[in-house]
Protein backbone atom coordinates (compact mmCIF):
# COMPACT_ATOMS: atom_id res chain seq x y z
CA UNK A 1 0.00 0.00 0.00
CA UNK A 2 1.19 3.49 -0.86
CA UNK A 3 0.69 5.25 2.49
CA UNK A 4 3.20 7.97 3.57
CA UNK A 5 3.26 10.21 6.01
CA UNK A 6 0.37 12.58 4.69
CA UNK A 7 -1.94 10.55 5.64
CA UNK A 8 -3.93 10.39 8.67
CA UNK A 9 -3.21 8.34 12.00
CA UNK A 10 -6.11 5.45 11.34
CA UNK A 11 -4.90 4.87 7.80
CA UNK A 12 -1.28 4.80 8.82
CA UNK A 13 -2.68 2.18 11.49
CA UNK A 14 -4.53 0.10 9.05
CA UNK A 15 -2.05 0.17 6.48
CA UNK A 16 1.70 1.58 6.93
CA UNK A 17 4.33 -1.31 6.68
CA UNK A 18 2.64 -3.39 5.20
CA UNK A 19 1.24 -4.40 1.50
CA UNK A 20 -0.26 -7.29 -0.32
CA UNK A 21 1.85 -10.81 0.04
CA UNK A 22 3.21 -10.31 -4.00
CA UNK A 23 3.60 -14.21 -4.40
CA UNK A 24 -0.16 -14.62 -3.11
CA UNK A 25 -2.10 -11.89 -2.98
CA UNK A 26 -2.61 -12.42 0.59
CA UNK A 27 -4.13 -8.60 2.22
CA UNK A 28 -2.30 -9.41 5.79
CA UNK A 29 1.28 -9.62 5.97
CA UNK A 30 2.13 -13.12 5.90
CA UNK A 31 3.52 -14.99 9.70
CA UNK A 32 6.94 -15.60 8.64
CA UNK A 33 7.68 -18.58 10.62
CA UNK A 34 11.22 -19.34 10.05
CA UNK A 35 14.39 -19.20 11.97
CA UNK A 36 16.86 -18.65 8.62
CA UNK A 37 16.85 -17.77 4.90
CA UNK A 38 17.88 -19.84 1.82
CA UNK A 39 21.19 -18.52 0.24
CA UNK A 40 22.13 -18.74 -3.50
CA UNK A 41 25.80 -19.26 -2.86
CA UNK A 42 27.93 -18.26 0.79
CA UNK A 43 27.04 -14.71 1.39
CA UNK A 44 24.54 -14.68 -1.72
CA UNK A 45 21.22 -14.00 -0.06
CA UNK A 46 18.17 -14.30 -2.22
CA UNK A 47 16.13 -10.96 -1.00
CA UNK A 48 17.01 -9.32 2.29
CA UNK A 49 17.19 -11.35 4.75
CA UNK A 50 19.70 -14.20 6.31
CA UNK A 51 18.45 -15.24 9.94
CA UNK A 52 15.62 -13.92 11.52
CA UNK A 53 17.18 -12.49 14.88
CA UNK A 54 18.65 -9.92 12.49
CA UNK A 55 15.80 -9.27 10.57
CA UNK A 56 12.63 -10.88 9.85
CA UNK A 57 10.11 -9.45 7.16
CA UNK A 58 7.30 -10.03 9.09
CA UNK A 59 9.07 -7.97 12.15
CA UNK A 60 10.28 -5.38 9.69
CA UNK A 61 6.74 -4.74 8.35
CA UNK A 62 5.77 -4.31 12.30
CA UNK A 63 9.28 -1.95 13.09
CA UNK A 64 8.07 -0.07 9.70
CA UNK A 65 4.27 0.24 11.14
CA UNK A 66 5.05 1.45 14.80
CA UNK A 67 7.33 3.73 12.82
CA UNK A 68 5.11 5.04 10.66
CA UNK A 69 2.71 5.76 14.17
CA UNK A 70 5.42 7.38 16.07
CA UNK A 71 6.46 10.20 12.98
CA UNK A 72 9.73 8.01 12.91
CA UNK A 73 12.52 7.15 10.67
CA UNK A 74 13.05 3.74 12.20
CA UNK A 75 11.37 1.20 14.05
CA UNK A 76 12.86 -1.40 15.94
CA UNK A 77 10.94 -4.20 18.31
CA UNK A 78 12.04 -6.33 21.27
CA UNK A 79 11.19 -9.35 23.36
CA UNK A 80 9.33 -7.16 25.73
CA UNK A 81 9.90 -3.24 26.95
CA UNK A 82 12.59 -3.96 29.28
CA UNK A 83 14.55 -5.83 27.30
CA UNK A 84 13.78 -2.33 24.90
CA UNK A 85 14.91 -0.16 27.71
CA UNK A 86 17.78 -1.98 28.15
CA UNK A 87 18.67 -1.38 24.54
CA UNK A 88 18.60 2.03 24.46
CA UNK A 89 20.54 1.64 28.73
CA UNK A 90 23.42 -0.13 26.53
CA UNK A 91 24.65 3.15 24.19
CA UNK A 92 26.47 4.17 27.60
CA UNK A 93 29.64 3.26 29.42
CA UNK A 94 30.64 2.91 32.92
CA UNK A 95 31.21 6.38 34.18
CA UNK A 96 27.95 7.74 32.71
CA UNK A 97 24.89 9.03 34.52
CA UNK A 98 21.78 9.16 33.87
CA UNK A 99 18.57 11.28 34.97
CA UNK A 100 15.58 8.91 35.38
CA UNK A 101 12.03 10.35 36.22
CA UNK A 102 11.17 9.59 39.34
CA UNK A 103 7.87 8.00 39.12
CA UNK A 104 8.64 5.02 36.33
CA UNK A 105 7.57 1.85 36.36
CA UNK A 106 9.28 -0.29 39.30
CA UNK A 107 10.93 -2.65 36.39
CA UNK A 108 11.96 -0.18 34.81
CA UNK A 109 13.87 1.19 38.17
CA UNK A 110 15.04 -2.12 39.10
CA UNK A 111 16.49 -2.13 35.35
CA UNK A 112 18.90 0.94 36.70
CA UNK A 113 19.19 0.81 39.69
CA UNK A 114 19.99 -3.02 40.45
CA UNK A 115 21.31 -4.02 36.80
CA UNK A 116 23.31 -1.24 34.75
CA UNK A 117 24.17 0.24 38.01
CA UNK A 118 26.69 -2.23 38.67
CA UNK A 119 28.36 -1.78 34.60
CA UNK A 120 29.00 1.75 36.23
CA UNK A 121 26.16 3.37 35.13
CA UNK A 122 24.66 5.93 37.58
CA UNK A 123 21.19 6.45 37.77
CA UNK A 124 19.71 10.35 39.30
CA UNK A 125 15.89 10.03 40.07
CA UNK A 126 14.34 13.58 39.57
CA UNK A 127 10.86 14.91 39.10
CA UNK A 128 10.70 15.31 35.55
CA UNK A 129 8.04 17.77 36.07
CA UNK A 130 10.23 20.04 37.97
CA UNK A 131 12.40 21.73 35.14
CA UNK A 132 14.70 23.65 37.54
CA UNK A 133 15.05 20.45 39.22
CA UNK A 134 16.33 18.40 35.62
CA UNK A 135 18.91 21.48 35.30
CA UNK A 136 20.46 21.33 38.39
CA UNK A 137 21.25 17.26 37.88
CA UNK A 138 23.06 17.99 34.75
CA UNK A 139 26.72 17.36 34.53
CA UNK A 140 29.38 16.66 32.15
CA UNK A 141 28.22 12.94 33.08
CA UNK A 142 24.83 13.09 32.18
CA UNK A 143 24.55 11.53 28.90
CA UNK A 144 21.30 10.26 29.16
CA UNK A 145 17.45 11.42 30.30
CA UNK A 146 14.81 8.99 30.77
CA UNK A 147 11.04 9.65 31.11
CA UNK A 148 7.80 8.90 31.60
CA UNK A 149 4.91 10.90 30.53
CA UNK A 150 1.89 10.32 32.01
CA UNK A 151 3.91 8.36 34.88
CA UNK A 152 3.55 4.82 36.38
CA UNK A 153 1.42 4.52 38.48
CA UNK A 154 1.31 8.57 39.69
CA UNK A 155 0.40 9.95 36.53
CA UNK A 156 2.74 12.98 36.48
CA UNK A 157 2.84 14.79 33.15
CA UNK A 158 6.32 16.00 31.89
CA UNK A 159 6.70 18.76 29.48
CA UNK A 160 8.31 16.77 26.44
CA UNK A 161 9.36 20.10 24.21
CA UNK A 162 10.61 21.85 27.54
CA UNK A 163 13.00 18.82 28.87
CA UNK A 164 13.75 18.16 24.82
CA UNK A 165 15.16 21.42 24.59
CA UNK A 166 17.54 21.31 28.08
CA UNK A 167 18.55 17.96 26.89
CA UNK A 168 19.45 19.37 23.31
CA UNK A 169 21.44 22.32 25.06
CA UNK A 170 23.37 19.70 26.89
CA UNK A 171 24.36 17.54 24.27
CA UNK A 172 22.07 14.62 26.01
CA UNK A 173 19.88 11.99 24.47
CA UNK A 174 16.31 12.34 25.81
CA UNK A 175 14.62 8.79 25.61
CA UNK A 176 10.75 9.12 26.43
CA UNK A 177 8.78 5.72 26.87
CA UNK A 178 5.40 6.20 25.71
CA UNK A 179 3.79 3.72 26.56
CA UNK A 180 0.95 5.07 29.04
CA UNK A 181 -0.15 7.75 26.11
CA UNK A 182 0.53 5.74 22.93
CA UNK A 183 1.26 7.14 19.74
CA UNK A 184 -2.22 8.03 19.33
CA UNK A 185 -2.09 10.77 21.80
CA UNK A 186 1.54 11.90 21.98
CA UNK A 187 4.40 11.56 19.43
CA UNK A 188 7.39 12.55 21.64
CA UNK A 189 9.77 12.69 18.58
CA UNK A 190 7.58 15.43 17.81
CA UNK A 191 8.51 17.55 20.15
CA UNK A 192 11.95 17.08 20.55
CA UNK A 193 12.59 13.73 22.42
CA UNK A 194 15.83 11.25 20.33
CA UNK A 195 14.21 7.79 21.20
CA UNK A 196 10.50 6.94 22.28
CA UNK A 197 10.17 3.47 23.94
CA UNK A 198 6.56 1.48 23.98
CA UNK A 199 5.84 -1.46 26.23
CA UNK A 200 3.54 -3.00 23.37
CA UNK A 201 2.54 -5.72 26.02
CA UNK A 202 0.30 -2.74 26.79
CA UNK A 203 -2.17 -0.36 24.68
CA UNK A 204 0.01 -1.08 21.26
CA UNK A 205 -0.55 -4.84 21.33
CA UNK A 206 -4.34 -4.15 23.42
CA UNK A 207 -4.91 -7.44 23.89
CA UNK A 208 -3.32 -8.69 27.06
CA UNK A 209 -1.93 -11.66 24.52
CA UNK A 210 1.74 -10.66 24.01
CA UNK A 211 4.80 -9.22 25.64
CA UNK A 212 7.22 -7.19 23.22
CA UNK A 213 8.50 -3.93 23.42
CA UNK A 214 9.85 -0.66 20.67
CA UNK A 215 12.14 1.69 20.08
CA UNK A 216 11.64 4.70 17.36
CA UNK A 217 13.51 7.51 16.53
CA UNK A 218 14.80 9.25 13.60
CA UNK A 219 18.56 9.70 14.39
CA UNK A 220 20.04 7.80 11.57
CA UNK A 221 23.21 7.27 13.97
CA UNK A 222 20.59 6.24 16.87
CA UNK A 223 19.50 3.43 15.40
CA UNK A 224 22.11 2.62 13.82
CA UNK A 225 23.30 1.67 17.47
CA UNK A 226 20.39 0.19 18.60
CA UNK A 227 19.83 -2.00 15.55
CA UNK A 228 23.31 -3.30 16.67
CA UNK A 229 22.41 -4.09 20.05
CA UNK A 230 19.06 -5.79 18.97
CA UNK A 231 21.13 -8.00 16.87
CA UNK A 232 24.18 -8.55 19.51
CA UNK A 233 21.90 -8.95 22.51
CA UNK A 234 19.31 -10.86 20.51
CA UNK A 235 15.90 -9.65 22.75
CA UNK A 236 13.72 -9.84 19.47
CA UNK A 237 10.07 -10.65 19.81
CA UNK A 238 8.64 -13.73 18.49
CA UNK A 239 7.35 -13.67 14.68
CA UNK A 240 3.77 -14.52 15.99
CA UNK A 241 3.85 -11.75 18.63
CA UNK A 242 5.06 -9.40 15.25
CA UNK A 243 1.92 -10.82 13.68
CA UNK A 244 -0.69 -10.22 17.04
CA UNK A 245 1.19 -6.84 16.92
CA UNK A 246 0.67 -5.64 13.43
CA UNK A 247 -2.92 -6.75 13.81
CA UNK A 248 -3.14 -4.84 17.36
CA UNK A 249 -2.53 -1.56 15.93
CA UNK A 250 -4.91 -1.76 13.50
CA UNK A 251 -7.73 -0.86 15.67
CA UNK A 252 -5.24 1.25 17.85
CA UNK A 253 -7.14 4.17 17.41
CA UNK A 254 -10.64 3.21 17.94
CA UNK A 255 -9.37 1.46 21.24
CA UNK A 256 -7.74 4.68 22.38
CA UNK A 257 -11.06 7.05 21.77
CA UNK A 258 -12.60 4.43 23.67
CA UNK A 259 -10.22 3.97 26.85
CA UNK A 260 -10.00 8.05 26.85
CA UNK A 261 -14.00 8.08 26.95
CA UNK A 262 -14.36 5.53 29.56
CA UNK A 263 -11.58 6.40 31.71
CA UNK A 264 -12.76 10.05 31.53
CA UNK A 265 -16.56 9.34 32.73
CA UNK A 266 -14.85 7.16 35.53
CA UNK A 267 -12.63 9.76 36.65
CA UNK A 268 -15.40 12.06 37.03
CA UNK A 269 -17.30 9.38 39.24
CA UNK A 270 -15.35 8.27 41.37
CA UNK A 271 -14.20 11.98 42.11
CA UNK A 272 -17.87 12.09 43.48
CA UNK A 273 -17.58 9.20 45.05
CA UNK A 274 -17.38 9.66 49.21
CA UNK A 275 -15.22 6.98 49.29
CA UNK A 276 -12.58 8.32 47.45
CA UNK A 277 -10.01 10.45 49.05
CA UNK A 278 -8.36 11.49 45.61
CA UNK A 279 -8.72 11.03 41.70
CA UNK A 280 -5.43 11.49 39.94
CA UNK A 281 -6.39 11.47 36.13
CA UNK A 282 -4.95 14.03 33.58
CA UNK A 283 -8.26 14.75 31.93
CA UNK A 284 -9.54 16.20 35.28
CA UNK A 285 -9.25 19.96 36.43
CA UNK A 286 -7.63 19.40 39.49
CA UNK A 287 -4.49 17.29 37.99
CA UNK A 288 -1.16 19.54 38.73
CA UNK A 289 -0.21 19.11 35.21
CA UNK A 290 -3.65 19.43 33.62
CA UNK A 291 -2.83 22.14 31.30
CA UNK A 292 0.21 20.96 30.06
CA UNK A 293 -1.61 17.67 29.26
CA UNK A 294 -4.29 19.55 27.54
CA UNK A 295 -1.48 21.26 25.15
CA UNK A 296 0.71 17.67 24.85
CA UNK A 297 -1.69 15.62 24.26
CA UNK A 298 -5.46 15.65 22.32
CA UNK A 299 -6.82 12.74 25.29
CA UNK A 300 -5.95 11.28 28.37
CA UNK A 301 -5.65 7.80 28.27
CA UNK A 302 -6.99 5.15 30.18
CA UNK A 303 -5.58 5.25 33.54
CA UNK A 304 -6.83 6.48 36.39
CA UNK A 305 -5.09 6.47 40.02
CA UNK A 306 -6.90 6.82 43.02
CA UNK A 307 -6.19 7.33 46.93
CA UNK A 308 -9.29 5.55 48.75
CA UNK A 309 -10.11 6.32 52.07
CA UNK A 310 -8.49 4.50 54.82
CA UNK A 311 -5.84 1.83 54.19
CA UNK A 312 -4.71 -1.36 53.15
CA UNK A 313 -7.40 -3.72 54.29
CA UNK A 314 -9.77 -1.77 52.57
CA UNK A 315 -7.94 -1.48 49.19
CA UNK A 316 -7.39 -5.15 49.75
CA UNK A 317 -11.12 -5.40 49.82
CA UNK A 318 -11.89 -3.47 47.15
CA UNK A 319 -9.23 -5.65 45.04
CA UNK A 320 -11.15 -8.72 46.12
CA UNK A 321 -14.76 -7.09 45.24
CA UNK A 322 -14.60 -6.33 41.91
CA UNK A 323 -15.71 -8.24 39.32
CA UNK A 324 -15.33 -6.92 35.92
CA UNK A 325 -11.92 -4.70 36.82
CA UNK A 326 -9.41 -7.94 37.27
CA UNK A 327 -6.99 -7.37 39.87
CA UNK A 328 -3.86 -7.99 37.56
CA UNK A 329 -0.87 -6.56 36.78
CA UNK A 330 -0.37 -5.01 33.33
CA UNK A 331 -2.34 -2.17 31.65
CA UNK A 332 -4.06 -1.28 28.17
CA UNK A 333 -5.82 -4.03 27.03
CA UNK A 334 -9.37 -4.32 26.15
CA UNK A 335 -10.16 -5.66 29.84
CA UNK A 336 -10.09 -3.66 32.60
CA UNK A 337 -7.39 -4.43 35.13
CA UNK A 338 -6.93 -2.90 39.10
CA UNK A 339 -3.87 -3.35 40.70
CA UNK A 340 -2.02 -2.29 43.82
CA UNK A 341 1.15 -0.73 42.77
CA UNK A 342 3.10 -0.52 46.36
CA UNK A 343 2.20 -4.78 46.38
CA UNK A 344 2.15 -5.74 42.68
CA UNK A 345 3.37 -3.43 40.17
CA UNK A 346 6.11 -1.11 42.54
CA UNK A 347 7.06 -3.55 44.87
CA UNK A 348 10.51 -3.30 43.82
CA UNK A 349 10.81 0.31 44.55
CA UNK A 350 12.41 0.56 47.84
CA UNK A 351 9.46 1.62 50.20
CA UNK A 352 11.25 4.85 51.16
CA UNK A 353 11.15 5.91 47.37
CA UNK A 354 7.55 4.49 47.43
CA UNK A 355 6.72 6.88 50.56
CA UNK A 356 8.36 10.11 48.61
CA UNK A 357 6.06 9.22 46.06
CA UNK A 358 2.29 8.74 47.47
CA UNK A 359 2.73 4.92 46.42
CA UNK A 360 0.59 4.20 49.76
CA UNK A 361 -1.32 1.65 50.63
CA UNK A 362 -4.73 3.35 49.72
CA UNK A 363 -3.23 4.03 46.29
CA UNK A 364 -4.72 1.87 43.55
CA UNK A 365 -4.09 1.96 40.38
CA UNK A 366 -7.35 1.19 37.45
CA UNK A 367 -6.67 0.17 33.47
CA UNK A 368 -9.72 1.55 32.20
CA UNK A 369 -10.78 -0.90 29.06
CA UNK A 370 -13.51 -0.74 26.65
CA UNK A 371 -16.35 -2.66 28.15
CA UNK A 372 -20.24 -0.61 28.74
CA UNK A 373 -18.51 2.47 30.88
CA UNK A 374 -22.37 1.95 33.04
CA UNK A 375 -21.07 -2.05 33.48
CA UNK A 376 -17.42 -0.98 34.84
CA UNK A 377 -19.39 2.35 37.20
CA UNK A 378 -20.96 -0.25 38.85
CA UNK A 379 -18.57 -2.89 39.54
CA UNK A 380 -16.25 -0.19 41.42
CA UNK A 381 -19.00 0.85 43.33
CA UNK A 382 -20.16 -2.59 43.84
CA UNK A 383 -16.23 -3.03 45.44
CA UNK A 384 -15.86 0.47 47.31
CA UNK A 385 -18.97 -0.43 49.30
CA UNK A 386 -17.79 -3.76 50.36
CA UNK A 387 -14.26 -1.85 51.32
CA UNK A 388 -16.72 0.62 53.10
CA UNK A 389 -18.58 -2.18 54.95
CA UNK A 390 -15.08 -3.82 55.74
CA UNK A 391 -13.61 -0.95 56.92
CA UNK A 392 -16.38 0.58 59.79
CA UNK A 393 -15.38 3.98 61.23
CA UNK A 394 -11.46 3.18 62.15
CA UNK A 395 -10.07 4.67 59.65
CA UNK A 396 -11.86 7.96 59.80
CA UNK A 397 -13.55 7.55 56.79
CA UNK A 398 -17.43 8.02 55.47
CA UNK A 399 -17.59 4.25 56.22
O1 LIG B 1 6.43 -5.68 30.77
P1 LIG B 1 7.25 -5.13 29.65
O2 LIG B 1 6.67 -5.34 28.31
O3 LIG B 1 8.69 -5.54 29.75
O4 LIG B 1 7.22 -3.52 29.80
C1 LIG B 1 7.85 -2.84 30.83
C2 LIG B 1 7.19 -1.49 31.00
C3 LIG B 1 7.81 -0.39 30.45
N1 LIG B 1 7.26 0.85 30.55
C4 LIG B 1 6.11 1.03 31.21
C5 LIG B 1 5.55 2.41 31.32
C6 LIG B 1 5.43 -0.04 31.78
O5 LIG B 1 4.27 0.19 32.40
C7 LIG B 1 6.00 -1.35 31.69
C8 LIG B 1 5.34 -2.53 32.30
N2 LIG B 1 4.37 -2.22 33.24
C9 LIG B 1 3.60 -3.12 33.93
C10 LIG B 1 3.73 -4.45 33.81
C11 LIG B 1 2.62 -2.53 34.84
O6 LIG B 1 1.68 -3.21 35.27
O7 LIG B 1 2.75 -1.32 35.15
Redesign the pocket.
Known sequence: MHVNDSHDFATRAIHAGQSPDPSTGAIMTPIYQTSTFVQKSPGKIVGEYDYSRAANPTRAALEANLASLEGARHGLCFS????A?GAVLHLLSSGDRVLLGDD??G??NRLFHRVFAQLGIETTLVDMTDLDAVKRAIDDRVKLIWL?TPT??TLKIADIEAVGGIAKAHGIVLAV?N??ATPYLQNPLALGADIV?H????YIGGHSDS???ALLTNSDELHQKLKFIQLSEGAVPGIMECFLLLRSTKTLHVRMQRHCENAMAIAEHLDRHPMVERVIYPGLASHPQHELAKKQMPGFGGMITIYLKGGLEESRTMLENTKLFACA???GGVESLI?HPAIM?HASVPAEHRKVLGIDDNLIRLSVGIESVDDLKADLDHAIAAATRACGSACGCAG
Do not use: M, Q
Open positions: SGVATVYGTENPDTFCSTTKIGGESLET
